[in-house]
């Protein structure tokens, strides 16, 4: 561990901030990718609790990579985990291990709470480090367009989103039906998730009080503005809390729009966006979320102009029998893809895939479907890609992943505003018949010393 004062930090801030005062590895315009042909991918791990044991443990397991690196802001899972990777340094702020150990590492895994996810991933970018992101890559929407911006100015980085549910073949084959339209022209896309992040009603905000000792509350609210620690945030119910996380739209997105999103590259961005919800959601997200997202769509693979994602949580399903499906499903976790020839269905891990055709369930050879997609290794493909092999198929990298944040996180931010269509441009981040969403739910004002850095090429 490394002590630092109020004067180095400011001086370490500043320089992770600043491009010119960061040792940094060549950019794509003097270099190809860092790490090609090398032996081992060097990775560190940003948020080593929850579900960092899922992403650590697989990243750890392939015979390429190694973690060198712990990071959390909690001692907890620090002190738990860091005797498993005795070699890998341990540190509380990813800031510093930027400052003082940037070629120690050629990769980065960031499994903070969603408030804390675009910052380190922006920072990665910046310095040439390749990027594992869990889900969803970001909080806010503007960070959607500085992710995406980062992207695409580092094409020679490998990224993954947290979405290792690709690697069961059943949603590859849903996708692979979907984008050879075997069920004709699309009608409308339908997920819903089963958790309740928040309260369907106003509940009272939980007193202030001390953090657990073993937590660095500053360093955990990270960009989020100054506030007291209270019952029921961290180290794992920050979820369901406006400035910390997503709810379980947020949290379950990726893992439900992905099939959509990948059938269909034509739904860039939404043009409009409507939450019907039982209460306006403020300090607490709320439940019971129906949200509606409409895309404008050209082409034949469509019935009409526009698409429309239908998006809910709390387990509330559509009423299956009209788009298709003769017979109610138990469950949530569910993903529907309605078309003029037929209706796919299929649960979160890819294990039921099934095809209604007029209104009867019929095989995947009386549609002439593949169920050839071959293996795929999430974790392994995100290294492979990393190490230089350019014919590995990463199935979400950023680029995808950003496309289904953005339909996951647009009816959270319009919780705040149930049962208003608001019209979104995400071009020039406005709500363009809602100044107050404008203003309110598109941004957040960054905390000195957390601001995020711009990533040039």
């Not at 069961?168 to 992040?197: E, F, P, S």
């Amino acid at each position: 561990m490394h002590d630092l004062n109020r004067r180095d930090f400011v001086k370490t801030t500043a320089a992770l901030l600043g491009a010119a005062a960061l040792p940094t590895l060549p950019s794509i315009a003097t270099a190809a990718n860092p790490t090609a042909g090398a032996d081992v991918l060097r990775v560190i791990q940003i948020g080593v609790g929850g579900i960092g044991g899922m992403d650590r443990n697989a990243i750890s397991r392939h015979p390429k990579a190694k973690i060198v690196g712990l990071i959390d802001v909690d001692s907890a899972p620090l002190e738990k985990i860091g005797p498993q990777f005795p070699d890998a340094f341990r540190e509380t702020d990813y800031r510093k291990v930027f400052a003082d150990r940037l070629g120690e590492f050629d990769a980065v895994n960031v499994c903070t709470p969603d408030h804390s996810h675009a910052a380190p991933m922006l920072l990665a970018l910046a310095n040439d480090k390749h990027v594992y992101g869990q889900k969803p890559l970001v909080q806010q929407l503007e960070e959607l367009t500085m992710l995406e911006a980062a992207v695409k100015a580092k094409p020679h980085l490998a990224t993954n989103t947290g979405n290792q549910r690709m690697g069961g073949a059943g949603r590859r084959i849903a996708v692979d039906i979907l984008q050879k339209n075997l069920l004709g022209k699309a009608i409308a896309g339908y997920c819903w998730a089963g958790t309740k992040r928040g309260s369907a009603t106003d509940i009272e905000l939980p007193q202030a009080k001390q953090p657990p000792a073993n937590i660095d509350w500053d360093l955990w609210l990270g960009p989020a503005q100054k506030q007291p620690y209270r019952d029921g945030i961290a180290p794992n119910k920050w979820r369901a809390w406006w400035d910390f996380g997503t709810a379980g739209l947020g949290d379950w997105g990726v893992h439900l729009l992905d099939i959509i999103m990948y059938a269909y590259p034509e739904l860039i961005s939404p043009m409009t966006v409507k939450c019907e919800a039982p209460r306006k959601a403020n300090w607490y997200h709320c439940t019971q979320c129906e949200a509606t997202m409409t895309y404008a769509v050209k082409g034949d693979r469509f019935k009409s102009d526009t698409f429309r994602v239908y998006y809910n949580d709390a387990g509330i399903s559509p009423d299956l029998r009209a788009i298709g499906i003769p017979k109610d499903r138990a469950g949530a976790n569910n993903t529907v893809v309605q078309c003029e020839g037929g209706t796919l269905f299929i649960d979160a891990g890819g294990k039921n895939l099934e095809i209604y055709v007029n209104n009867k369930l019929v095989t995947l050879e009386d549609i002439g479907a593949t169920k050839d997609v071959g293996d795929y290794a999430h974790w392994g493909s995100w290294i492979e890609r990393a190490l230089g092999d350019q014919d590995v198929k990463v199935w979400t990298p950023f680029e995808a992943g950003l496309r289904m944040t953005e339909c996951a996180i647009l009816p959270v931010k319009a919780s705040r505003f149930p049962g208003q269509e608001l019209q979104w441009d995400k071009k020039t981040l406005t709500f363009t018949n809602n100044q107050e969403a404008t203003d309110t739910v598109v941004r957040r004002t960054y905390r000195d010393g957390f601001a995020l850095p711009k990533v040039k090429a």
